[in-house]
């Protein structure tokens, strides 16, 4: 399964249907789930939908064009609203008022016997996730991951992060970027209060720099200081903080793509940077997996 971004599909379709086959005792269903247009997921379920603190085991048959799909009974129908691709897990979010919500874990596995890979599928609800309280997690990604992450020359007193590859660098844009096999896949533009005060007077300038931002998959500006501190008319002085704070929103919806973090410090800001290159390099090298 690949990673793939959140898609807003326009009447791709969910179809469920009675199950005719000769393991209909154990898998009595049949789910085409239209990942593209034509294109269906081709799932043999045990249950019509999960039940509370259950999840319905499913046999992955591969993916089937919609003129092969097999005249069967139809049970129930529905468009899809949102479908997510991340990792191991596929999000779904069906057009309808009751039982829309629903995720899909795949999970490749070795034959014993043979050569060759196969998935297992769990099928998941919003109701049977609730009732089973099962908490946040996310992969460590090994206590020992190391990664590359270059320095901009111009930065005079860096951030440091300890047990890392850091290359020192000139760097198109960005301040700090994450390396992976010979790419940067992330840039940070790192903005202290007073880089800031002094940007809005060449704001011309810092709207030319996020453009070229845009061009990287990953991409954030990272402001050392709470937002309140940047609406404060007492540190401001020479500008009121509504304008400011228009200033600042306007950034934001003109340039969407980007994230704009505000952190209470330069050790916070230092820590999350870290934590983010962190993240990225392991969302990245598991999709390299598949």
């Known amino acids: 399964m690949e990673e793939k971004n959140d898609k807003k599909p326009q009447n791709l379709k969910w179809l469920l249907y009675k ?3 000769i393991d209909n ?13 034509g294109i269906y997921l081709f799932l043999k379920t045990q249950e019509k939908w999960p039940t509370s603190g259950k999840k319905v085991f499913c046999k992955y048959k591969g993916e089937i064009k919609e003129e ?8 129930e129908s529905s468009t899809i609203k949102l479908m997510r691709q991340y990792g191991k897990k596929l999000t779904v979010i069906l057009n ?13 596995k070795e034959y014993k016997n043979k050569p060759g890979k196969y998935y297992q599928i769990f099928w998941d ?7 089973e309280r099962p908490g946040a997690y996310i992969s460590a990604g090994g206590k020992n991951i190391k990664f590359d992450i270059i320095i901009d020359t111009n930065e005079r007193y860096p951030y440091k992060f300890q047990y890392q590859n850091v290359i020192r660098q000139k760097l198109d844009i960005g301040d700090y970027a994450l390396k992976i096999e010979n790419e940067i896949i992330a840039v940070a533009e790192r903005k202290t ?7 809005i007077e060449k704001l011309d300038v810092f709207k030319a720099q996020l453009l070229e931002l845009m061009k990287y998959k990953y991409k954030v500006i990272i402001f050392e200081a709470p937002f309140a501190d940047f609406i404060d008319n007492e540190k401001l002085k020479y500008y009121p903080g509504y304008f400011v704070a228009e200033i600042i929103t306007q950034l934001m919806v003109e340039f969407k793509e980007i994230q704009f973090v505000f952190l209470s410090n330069r050790k916070v800001a230092n820590e999350w940077l870290f934590r983010w290159f962190k993240r ?5 090298k598991k999709g390299n997996k598949r």
């Open 19 to 21: 199950n005719t086959d």
């Open 280 to 284: 990225i390099f392991i969302t990245k």
């Open 68 to 75: 092969n799909i097999p005249e069967l009974e139809l049970i």
């Open 125 to 131: 609800t919003q109701i049977s996730a609730v009732s």
């Open 96 to 108: 309808r008022k009751l039982k829309k919500r629903c995720w899909f874990i795949f999970i490749e």
């Open 25 to 37: 005792k154990n898998f009595p269903y049949v789910l085409f789930l239209e990942k593209s247009p």
């Open 193 to 199: 209060y007073k880089d800031f005060k002094n940007q």
